[in-house]
């Protein structure tokens, strides 16, 4: 082989990734399926993303896409084609439906032209996978669906009104989606289970976890924490992501009640944010922020002492954060309030950044935090395990690397389209 096709692997292949999810989305399984596709496209492949329009994690449609039906745009190399959907303000099972079903008629009404010679698709959600399915039995070619959340599980455990009955529904539809699989990834061995009871062959399972797709802090972080109004002395606490049901945040809330000189901060946005600020209740020492730019994201998590991810005692093995790869780059230390048994403790443990507390425990989680802070040197020292962790195992070149061995198995030996 050349170093020219070494370098462009994918070379007059035509592939579709579908996402419901992509940017200018920053947060969430977005940034990966775009860092995938804009990856594809420069290895050489016609690459089409079939997605929605960004909202995540606001669940509100970006005021610049609101109003539209359909459009298609070029970004890095890649044509987009974006599909309207319904975005539920609050999370119910009957608004989740909807929403999986909009996507997935609009999606199936108007698929991107041309026969690709392999489908990826993500999921969540529901519908994506789905499509992907329906696509790749369509027109005969290999689907690579990517687990990154069980959304059958994730009904049953993350609290949402009417998750038992939908948790069939997504088991069905997830069962749909994985029958036909050429391969299936999971982003974490702790969901391998859930995808042999959906009934995949254990041979067709590959794990490719979440890469980092953040730089490292590099501004001051005496500055940052200036900027943002945090006290020298002050002991901040920060949680950054989505604030939807299963986080079960309201443990951070009754953490602050019990603590008022530590500072709580809730950064991002979601279906649950305003009811997290009712139910604080004009609290002084919390504040909650929109989410970070990307050009001072990883500065805002590195000037906060001590990082949170929160989870419902009934999350097990449904999830695992994407946020966590960001918090390792930060180089500080991680308190999840977690299941013990789930894969988000799992990899906090494996990357010796953080510690573990009983999920829904203000005062366990309160207790740590302040150990954390009662011995300063010890909490930069295991914060410091992050970014070693990510070098080791969560670079980007690590990641897209698996997936380029995923697509190269998949695709084995069949011919290539001739160039145009």
């Known amino acids: 082989m050349s170093a020219d096709e070494h370098h462009r692997p994918f070379e007059n292949r035509r592939l579709l990734v579908v996402s419901t999810n992509y940017a200018p989305e920053l947060t969430g399984i977005g940034p990966y399926a775009t860092q995938l596709a804009e990856h594809w496209a420069a290895s050489g492949a016609r690459t089409d993303v079939l997605t929605g329009m960004p909202h995540y994690p606001a669940w509100r449609v970006d005021e610049q896409y609101r109003g539209?039906?359909?459009g298609q745009e070029s970004r890095e190399g890649v044509t987009v084609h974006r599909r309207r959907h319904y975005v539920p303000p609050r999370q119910s099972a009957l608004r989740r439906a909807w929403f999986e079903a909009s996507v997935l008629i609009h999606g199936t009404l108007a698929p991107p032209p041309g026969r690709p010679d392999a489908v990826i698709s993500q999921m969540p959600s529901l519908a994506g996978g789905v499509m992907g399915a329906r696509i790749a039995r369509r027109h005969g070619v290999p689907h690579i669906p990517v687990v990154q959340d069980l959304m059958g599980a994730a009904a049953a455990q993350?609290?949402?009104?009417?998750?038992?009955?939908?948790?069939?529904?997504?088991?069905?539809?997830?069962?749909?989606?994985?029958?036909?699989?050429?391969?299936?990834?999971?982003?974490?061995?702790?969901?391998?289970?859930?995808?042999?009871?959906?009934?995949?062959?254990?041979?067709?399972?590959?794990?490719?976890?979440?890469?980092t797709h953040v730089e490292r802090p590099s501004a001051d972080r005496a500055a940052t924490r200036a900027r943002l109004g945090w006290r020298e002395g002050t002991q901040v606490l920060l949680h950054s992501g989505n604030m939807g049901l299963k986080q079960?945040?309201?443990?951070?809330?009754?953490?602050?009640?019990?603590?008022?000189?530590?500072?709580?901060?809730?950064?991002?946005?979601?279906?649950?944010?305003?009811?997290?600020?009712?139910?604080?209740?004009?609290l002084p020492n919390i504040d909650f922020l929109p989410p970070a730019g990307a050009d001072?994201?990883?500065?805002?998590?590195?000037?906060?002492?001590?990082?949170?991810?929160?989870?419902?005692?009934?999350?097990?093995?449904?999830?695992?954060?994407?946020?966590?790869?960001?918090?390792?780059?930060?180089?500080?230390?991680?308190?999840?309030?977690?299941?013990?048994?789930?894969?988000?403790?799992?990899?906090?443990?494996?990357?010796?950044?953080?510690?573990?507390?009983?999920?829904?425990?203000?005062?366990a989680l309160l207790d740590a935090v302040r150990k954390l802070a009662g011995d300063p040197e010890a909490a930069d020292a295991l914060g410091a395990h992050g970014p070693d962790y990510v070098a080791q195992h969560l670079s980007r070149e690590a990641g897209l690397a698996r997936f380029d061995a995923l697509l190269t198995e998949v695709l084995g030996d069949a011919p290539r389209r001739p160039s145009r």
């Open 248 to 282: 079960g945040l309201d443990v951070l809330i009754e953490l602050a009640r019990l603590a008022p000189d530590i500072r709580v901060v809730l950064m991002g946005d979601g279906n649950q944010r305003e009811e997290l600020r009712e139910r604080a209740g004009g």
């Open 68 to 70: 539209r039906w359909r």
């Open 296 to 363: 001072d994201f990883t500065d805002v998590l590195a000037a906060a002492d001590v990082l949170a991810v929160t989870q419902r005692a009934s999350v097990l093995d449904m999830s695992v954060p994407s946020k966590l790869t960001s918090y390792f780059v930060s180089g500080r230390p991680v308190v999840a309030s977690v299941a013990d048994e789930g894969g988000t403790a799992d990899e906090v443990r494996r990357s010796g950044a953080g510690v573990l507390v009983a999920p829904e425990d203000p005062a």
């Open 158 to 211: 993350s609290g949402i009104r009417g998750g038992g009955r939908a948790a069939a529904v997504a088991g069905a539809a997830e069962r749909y989606a994985l029958r036909d699989a050429a391969v299936v990834g999971v982003i974490h061995e702790s969901f391998v289970p859930g995808v042999l009871a959906l009934g995949v062959d254990p041979a067709r399972i590959r794990v490719v976890p979440n890469w």
